[in-house]
C-alpha cells in the first residue's frame, strides 16, 4: 500500500484511499482525490446502475474521472451484472490505489484501468474497441468540456451519469459563463438548483441532438455541492428532430414570485399578475426528471434511509412543473409563521390543484397553481 493511503469500506467494497482525505475538511486533490462525503451519491449510483444493469447493451461500464476507483470498484463489486468495469484517470497514484484494491475486493479480472485523457479514454472504448454500456463523468467543475465525448462512448441502449460541481456557475452567480457553457440563462432565485439541472440537461439533449442521438432522463438529484442526472441514450434521428419539444424557458417575476414555463422566448414579456419585468431563466430542458418505473427499480432494492428519502419524493414529484415554491417564500408573503410543506400540499390538493413534493429541497413544493392562486388556497 502507498505511503499515507488506508483501507476504508463503502459500501460492500473495500477502497484505498488517502487517510488525509478521511479527516481533512475539504478532502486534499494529492497525492488523490477521494470524497467521503460523496458517499450518497455513489450509493445512488449503484441503485441507479442495477436498476438498468440487465438491460443494457452491453455489459459494460466506464469511470472517466475514476480517481482512486471508489466508483468504479463499488460496480465491480456490489453489481456482478456488469461484467467489465474500466476505470480512468489521469493521476498514476490514483490509479495504483485503485488496481490494488481491486485485489482486495477479488475483482482485478473484470477491472481495466488506465492513465489517460478523459476524451482519449472514452473515445478508445473497452476491450474490443466498442462503444460502452454505461458511461460516467463525475469531473472537477463543470462536465461541459466533455459532454460530447461522453456521448460519443455510449451505446444505443446505454446509459450517462453526469455530474456538475460548478454549482455557482449554474445557479446563477455568474450567468454569463453559465450562458457560455450551457447554453442558457440561470436564475439565481429560490428553486436555482432545478434551473441548474434544467440547463445541465438542456445541454446534454441539444447536443446529442447533434450527434443524431437522444436522451431521456431517468433520475436526477441535487445537493448544496453539486448536481447529478442519469440519462439513456438512443440512436434517433427522428427523435433527435423532437429534441425542442423538451427545450424552452422559464420566465419568474422577481417582485411578485410569479412563475412559469414557456416555449418561446420574446424579451420583453411583462408579468401577467403585477405588470413588472419578468426575467427569463434557458432555454433548458422543460420536460421530465424522472422515468417512474426506474425510480420504482431504485426503490425495489431496499436503499436506506437517506436514499430512500430522495427516491420517495422523486416518485411523487408531479413532472409537468419545472419549477417549484419554498415554504418560507409563501409564509413570508402571507406575513404569518411557516406552513409546513405537507400541509400546503394537502390544501391546494384538496382546492383541485396538482401538489408535491419535490426532492430538490425538502422545504419546498410544486403545484400547478399559481402564486396568487397558492395564496388564495392558504389564505382560507
Ligand atoms: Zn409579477
Redesign the pocket.
Known amino acids: 500500500m502507498a505511503v499515507g493511503f488506508v483501507k476504508a469500506v463503502e459500501g460492500r467494497t473495500t477502497l484505498l484511499v488517502p487517510e488525509l482525505s478521511l479527516t481533512a475538511k475539504v478532502p486534499p486533490k494529492t497525492p488523490a482525490f477521494f470524497n467521503p462525503a460523496a458517499r450518497l451519491n455513489r450509493d445512488l449510483s449503484m441503485l441507479a446502475y442495477r436498476a438498468i444493469a440487465l438491460s443494457l447493451p452491453a455489459k459494460t461500464f466506464a469511470d472517466s474521472f475514476a480517481g482512486v476507483g471508489a466508483r468504479a470498484l463499488r460496480v465491480a463489486t456490489e453489481i456482478p451484472e456488469i461484467e467489465q468495469v474500466y476505470g480512468n484517470d489521469i493521476n498514476s497514484i490514483a490509479i495504483e490505489a485503485a488496481k490494488e484494491a481491486a485485489g482486495l475486493n477479488s475483482v482485478s479480472e473484470k477491472c481495466h484501468f488506465s492513465i489517460d485523457e478523459v476524451c482519449k479514454f472514452l473515445l478508445h472504448g473497452d476491450a474490443e474497441g466498442e462503444r460502452f454500456g454505461i458511461v460516467d463523468l463525475d469531473p472537477f467543475g463543470t462536465p461541459a468540456r466533455h459532454i460530447d465525448c461522453v456521448l460519443r462512448a455510449v451505446l444505443d441502449g446505454g446509459l450517462v451519469s453526469i455530474t456538475a460541481t460548478d454549482t455557482a456557475v449554474l445557479c446563477g452567480v455568474y450567468p454569463e459563463v453559465c450562458v457560455r457553457r450551457y447554453y442558457g440563462r440561470p436564475l439565481n432565485n429560490d428553486y436555482g438548483n432545478e434551473v441548474a439541472l434544467r440547463l445541465l440537461l438542456s445541454l446534454l439533449a441539444l447536443t446529442a441532438s447533434r450527434l443524431e442521438l437522444a436522451i431521456r432522463p431517468v433520475f436526477v438529484h441535487a445537493t448544496m455541492h453539486y448536481l447529478r442526472v442519469y440519462a439513456t441514450v438512443s440512436v434517433s434521428s427522428s427523435e433527435a428532430n423532437d429534441v425542442y419539444s423538451n427545450i424552452g424557458y422559464i420566465m419568474h417575476?422577481?417582485?411578485?414570485?410569479?412563475r412559469f414555463a414557456s416555449k418561446e422566448y420574446d424579451g420583453k414579456s411583462?408579468?401577467?399578475?403585477?405588470?413588472?419585468g419578468?426575467r427569463v431563466g434557458g432555454q433548458l430542458w422543460t420536460g421530465p426528471f424522472h422515468d417512474k418505473e426506474f425510480v420504482k427499480k431504485m426503490l425495489a432494492q431496499n436503499p436506506d434511509t437517506r436514499c430512500k428519502k430522495v427516491l420517495d419524493a422523486s416518485l411523487e414529484e408531479i413532472s409537468e412543473v419545472p419549477y417549484y415554491f419554498k415554504a418560507d417564500e409563501i409564509s413570508s408573503k402571507l406575513k404569518t409563521n411557516p406552513h409546513s410543506v405537507q400541509k400546503i400540499i394537502e390544501k391546494l390538493q384538496s382546492a383541485g390543484f396538482a401538489a408535491s413534493r419535490t426532492p430538490l429541497n425538502t422545504s419546498a413544493f410544486k403545484t400547478d397553481a399559481n402564486?396568487i392562486q397558492i395564496l388564495d388556497v392558504l389564505r382560507k
Open positions: 417575476c422577481f417582485n411578485c414570485g410569479h411583462k408579468c401577467e399578475l403585477c405588470k413588472t419578468l402564486i
